[in-house]
Protein backbone atom coordinates (compact mmCIF):
# COMPACT_ATOMS: atom_id res chain seq x y z
CA UNK A 1 0.00 0.00 0.00
CA UNK A 2 1.47 3.43 -1.18
CA UNK A 3 1.51 6.05 1.36
CA UNK A 4 3.25 9.29 2.65
CA UNK A 5 3.57 9.47 6.24
CA UNK A 6 4.39 13.33 7.30
CA UNK A 7 6.37 14.06 10.69
CA UNK A 8 8.62 16.39 12.65
CA UNK A 9 5.74 19.07 13.46
CA UNK A 10 4.73 20.99 16.10
CA UNK A 11 5.31 24.27 18.59
CA UNK A 12 8.32 26.52 17.76
CA UNK A 13 8.28 30.27 19.18
CA UNK A 14 9.59 32.95 16.25
CA UNK A 15 12.82 32.89 15.03
CA UNK A 16 13.18 28.90 15.67
CA UNK A 17 13.78 25.69 13.31
CA UNK A 18 11.75 22.76 12.65
CA UNK A 19 12.60 20.23 10.34
CA UNK A 20 9.80 17.95 8.61
CA UNK A 21 10.03 14.47 7.13
CA UNK A 22 8.25 13.07 5.05
CA UNK A 23 8.71 9.83 3.86
CA UNK A 24 7.23 7.32 1.20
CA UNK A 25 6.28 3.56 1.67
CA UNK A 26 5.48 1.25 -1.35
CA UNK A 27 7.26 -0.10 -4.12
CA UNK A 28 7.83 2.48 -6.82
CA UNK A 29 10.14 3.10 -9.86
CA UNK A 30 10.66 6.72 -10.01
CA UNK A 31 9.69 9.66 -7.97
CA UNK A 32 9.90 12.83 -10.46
CA UNK A 33 9.10 15.27 -8.12
CA UNK A 34 9.07 15.84 -4.01
CA UNK A 35 7.17 18.94 -2.46
CA UNK A 36 5.85 20.73 0.15
CA UNK A 37 2.44 22.92 0.39
CA UNK A 38 1.15 24.07 3.59
CA UNK A 39 -2.55 25.96 4.57
CA UNK A 40 -3.36 27.81 6.94
CA UNK A 41 -6.71 28.47 9.10
CA UNK A 42 -9.22 30.10 6.44
CA UNK A 43 -7.02 30.18 3.30
CA UNK A 44 -6.17 28.29 0.62
CA UNK A 45 -3.23 25.44 0.52
CA UNK A 46 -0.05 27.51 -0.93
CA UNK A 47 2.85 25.39 -2.55
CA UNK A 48 6.18 25.98 -0.51
CA UNK A 49 8.92 24.45 -2.16
CA UNK A 50 9.61 21.35 -4.90
CA UNK A 51 12.29 19.23 -5.35
CA UNK A 52 12.63 17.51 -8.76
CA UNK A 53 14.60 13.60 -9.77
CA UNK A 54 17.45 15.49 -11.08
CA UNK A 55 18.19 18.11 -8.57
CA UNK A 56 16.82 21.21 -9.25
CA UNK A 57 14.91 23.20 -6.57
CA UNK A 58 12.37 25.94 -6.70
CA UNK A 59 11.05 27.55 -3.65
CA UNK A 60 8.08 30.58 -3.05
CA UNK A 61 8.96 33.87 -2.44
CA UNK A 62 7.75 33.40 1.31
CA UNK A 63 10.26 30.29 2.02
CA UNK A 64 13.40 31.59 -0.15
CA UNK A 65 16.15 32.00 1.98
CA UNK A 66 14.35 30.71 5.37
CA UNK A 67 13.57 26.93 4.34
CA UNK A 68 15.70 24.23 2.18
CA UNK A 69 14.26 21.23 0.48
CA UNK A 70 16.20 17.79 0.32
CA UNK A 71 15.44 14.19 -0.21
CA UNK A 72 17.25 11.29 1.19
CA UNK A 73 19.74 9.25 -0.82
CA UNK A 74 16.78 6.75 -1.30
CA UNK A 75 14.68 8.78 -2.85
CA UNK A 76 12.06 8.39 -1.02
CA UNK A 77 12.14 10.61 1.90
CA UNK A 78 11.88 14.66 1.94
CA UNK A 79 13.17 17.08 4.62
CA UNK A 80 11.99 20.31 4.80
CA UNK A 81 14.29 22.36 6.99
CA UNK A 82 12.52 25.35 8.64
CA UNK A 83 14.53 28.27 10.04
CA UNK A 84 13.81 31.86 11.04
CA UNK A 85 9.84 30.95 11.48
CA UNK A 86 7.57 33.62 11.92
CA UNK A 87 4.06 33.87 12.99
CA UNK A 88 2.69 33.61 9.25
CA UNK A 89 4.31 30.29 8.96
CA UNK A 90 1.88 28.67 11.31
CA UNK A 91 -0.26 26.27 8.92
CA UNK A 92 -0.78 22.39 8.45
CA UNK A 93 2.28 21.28 6.19
CA UNK A 94 1.77 18.35 3.57
CA UNK A 95 4.01 16.76 1.31
CA UNK A 96 3.10 16.29 -2.07
CA UNK A 97 4.75 13.70 -4.19
CA UNK A 98 4.60 12.73 -7.95
CA UNK A 99 5.05 8.72 -7.99
CA UNK A 100 5.05 6.80 -11.30
CA UNK A 101 3.13 9.57 -12.56
CA UNK A 102 0.48 9.60 -10.03
CA UNK A 103 0.04 12.20 -7.16
CA UNK A 104 -0.06 11.39 -4.01
CA UNK A 105 -0.55 13.53 -0.50
CA UNK A 106 0.79 12.94 3.15
CA UNK A 107 -1.99 13.14 5.92
CA UNK A 108 -0.49 16.96 6.75
CA UNK A 109 1.50 18.03 10.40
CA UNK A 110 1.01 21.08 12.03
CA UNK A 111 3.32 23.80 12.35
CA UNK A 112 2.87 26.42 15.10
CA UNK A 113 4.79 29.45 15.60
CA UNK A 114 3.63 31.07 18.44
CA UNK A 115 5.48 32.73 21.69
Known amino acids: QVQLVESGGGLVQPGGSLRLSCVFS????????MGWYRQAPGKEREWVAT???????NYADSAKGRFTISKNNAGNTVYLQMNGLKPEDTAVYYCREVVDGNVYWGQGTQVTVSS
Open 26 to 33: GRFFSISS
Open 51 to 57: TYGGGTT
